[in-house]
């Protein structure tokens, strides 16, 4: 068995779920301190220089340096989600780490255990004395990719702090999520609200006395539905196309014989390159001011977003993407450089000026599935990928 299944093997039976603000998941596998103690000891074991970065009690970055063999070398990040999504209905064993017909199975296996066990798996080669580093690598091992991206979040805002003294900022990043191994350069972000509704509750038999929130979101859902769709004929994206968005969620009422005072409106609204979480806020509040004109005792109110990914624009330089490429297309043939629908960690980092794309083994239609897996030949094609990367070509 290559080292690359025994670590992913070893990785899916250290469960590490993101409650992702629920309350109902077993609390003995939720949480990343167990992954983050493991993948700690590992780096010490193998005298590879770590740093923890503290995000939230018991929820830290761990942070691996391993310095290029020639001095002046430039830099090359990769970056890891250690959470997972909750593990309901699964219909494999979700910490078992079984390994069956080339695949390995488990909650995690494609999101994203895989790809870090391949970046363990690299990280343990080229730290061998013998091995030529022709540049700086740092890892980043960062929490809450699967909620509210707070691991990477706190990683951009204190990252020039926390590179070694010497160390250039990375020419590139490359953010670990399924992607079959082609190279991901840009997708769309998300931000997300709650719009709440508020009026005054009163018996359902006498409902003048009071002000119906539910029938006071009507309006508020007509004109969101008017500006989903403005938003859908404005401005494009070449690769992307248009922003979008959606009511995902409406919560309002207790009980048919009351008149309700509260409705909540979960709004999605995914932005493209050029759009920002603060424009889209300010987009929806403009968009509902005076709506509820003539309405007497209801307001309503846009909170302040509870989730915000950046869009992702393509953002690496030609040369060190056409090297990658080059470098992926060796072992992968078929390997291109294409979009994605899904936010990543990536776009925060590029945010803060690190050129950064998505890449990684499995395929996102894996990802949070009942009986998810990744295959091993990906994997290992991983290793070698990264590998390469920092090791420079022709020094295998
Ligand atoms: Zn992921």
Redesign the pocket.
């Known amino acids: 068995m290559s080292a690359v299944i025994s670590i992913l093997s070893d990785l899916i039976r250290i469960p590490s779920i993101n409650p992702m603000g629920r309350s109902d998941c077993d609390p003995a596998t939720c949480g990343e301190a167990r992954m983050g103690r493991f993948l700690a000891d590992w780096l010490a074991a193998r005298s590879i220089r770590y740093q923890i970065q503290n995000v939230e009690p018991g929820r830290d970055n761990i942070l691996a340096f391993l310095p290029a063999t020639q001095n002046s070398a430039s830099t090359i990040l990769w970056e890891v ?1 250690q959470d997972t999504v909750p593990v309901d209905n699964m219909t494999v064993l979700p910490f078992g780490g079984v390994v069956s017909q080339g695949r390995v199975y488990g909650r995690g296996a494609c ?2 255990k895989g790809s870090m066990a391949s970046m363990l798996a690299a990280l343990e080669q080229l730290a061998q004395p013998e091995i030529f580093r022709e540049k700086n690598l740092m890892v980043a091992f960062t929490v809450d ?2 909620h509210t991206f707070l691991g990477v979040q706190r990683l951009a805002s204190e990252f020039d702090a926390l590179l070694p003294p010497g160390w250039l900022r990375p020419e590139c990043a490359i953010v670990a ?1 399924p992607t079959h191994l082609d190279l991901v350069t840009c997708h769309k972000g998300v931000v997300r609200w709650v719009i709440r509704v508020k009026g005054r509750a009163c018996h359902s038999s006498m409902p003048h006395e009071g002000a119906n929130a539910v029938f006071a979101a009507a309006p508020v859902l007509a004109a969101l539905e008017s500006l989903a769709s403005q938003i859908a004929n404005g401005s494009s994206h070449p690769v992307l196309g248009t922003g979008t968005l959606s009511v995902g969620m409406v919560r309002g009422g207790s009980a048919p014989n009351i008149v309700p005072d509260t409705c909540e409106i979960i709004v999605d609204r995914r932005l493209v390159p050029g759009e920002t979480a603060v424009m889209a806020t300010v987009q929806v509040r403009s968009c509902l001011n005076g709506i509820l004109v003539g309405r007497q005792g209801v307001t309503v109110s846009v909170d302040d977003p509870w989730l915000t990914c950046p869009p992702l624009p393509e953002c690496v330089p030609d040369l060190v993407l056409e090297s990658l490429l080059r470098n992926v297309q060796r072992h992968v043939p078929n390997a291109v450089t294409r979009p994605v629908s899904f936010g990543t960690d990536a776009s925060s980092l590029a945010q803060i000026g690190i050129p950064s794309l998505v890449f990684g083994p499995g395929g996102i239609e894996q ?1 949070h599935t009942k009986d998810e897996w990744v295959e091993i030949e990906q994997l290992n094609q991983a290793v070698s990928i990264l590998f390469d990367c920092v090791a420079g070509i022709g020094h295998r």
Do not use: P, Y
């Open positions: 989600h999101d994203v990719e699967e999520e990802a």
